[in-house]
């Protein structure tokens, strides 16, 4: 798939593709969306926001989470108010999200059938990695959204002027539903 992609790329970039999404790094509207990855979202989300490129920094992870103060999600939030001028933050999560109900020992047995040994969970978490909790999903998604929220609002880093709402996205209709 790869190779295929590599190809594809080629012709696009030759025929000069890209000339529509030229911008710049920095959000027209001066927001930052964190949300899930799921594929049903790549077009879905921004086109039910009427977001277009440029417009918006968008960070995917598995869920849409915020799961500790200091991960990868929380510093892309940072560096987007900091660096690229973002003054609101949306959290979108969605509706038949994967991420809800998911855990570790279902990735435990699936990691090991594919050849992860024991002895290399067992030094992970020796060292101080709570695969239980990193590999966490949740277990109702209001709740979620809640508490991603919450820590960002909260977050000592995050100034008190920037606005942070969170979202719950229909994934067949793009309907957006405030949690409050």
């Known amino acids: 798939m790869i190779d295929e992609i590599i190809e ?8 000069k593709g890209y000339e ?17 990855m799921d594929t049903r979202l790549t077009e879905l989300l921004p086109a039910a926001l009427g977001l277009k490129n440029g417009d918006a920094k968008i960070i995917k992870n598995a869920g849409g ?11 892309s939030l940072i560096v987007a108010i900091y660096e690229l001028g ?6 979108v999560a969605h509706s038949h999200c994967g991420a809800c109900h998911m855990s570790f020992d279902h990735f435990r047995h699936e990691m090991t059938a594919r050849g992860v040994t024991d002895e290399t969970l067992d030094t992970i978490e020796k060292c101080g990695i709570d695969l239980h909790h990193w590999l966490e999903g949740f277990k109702d998604t209001p709740t979620s959204v809640k508490k991603t929220v919450e820590t960002i609002k909260t977050h000592p880093l995050v ?19 405030e949690i409050q």
């Not at 500790?68 to 510093?75: E, H, K, T």
């Not at 973002?86 to 959290?91: G, K, L, Q, S």
């Not at 100034?159 to 539903?177: A, M």
């Open 8 to 15: 594809f790329n080629k012709t696009f970039v030759a025929e």
């Open 20 to 36: 529509k999404y030229i911008t710049d790094k920095y959000p027209d509207k001066k927001l930052a969306v964190l949300s899930c």
């Open 65 to 75: 989470l915020v799961i500790s103060a200091f991960d990868s999600a929380m510093r």
């Open 86 to 91: 973002v003054e609101e933050i949306m959290v």
């Open 159 to 177: 100034p008190k002027d920037i606005v942070v709402r969170g979202f719950i996205i229909d994934s067949e209709t793009g309907r957006l539903e």
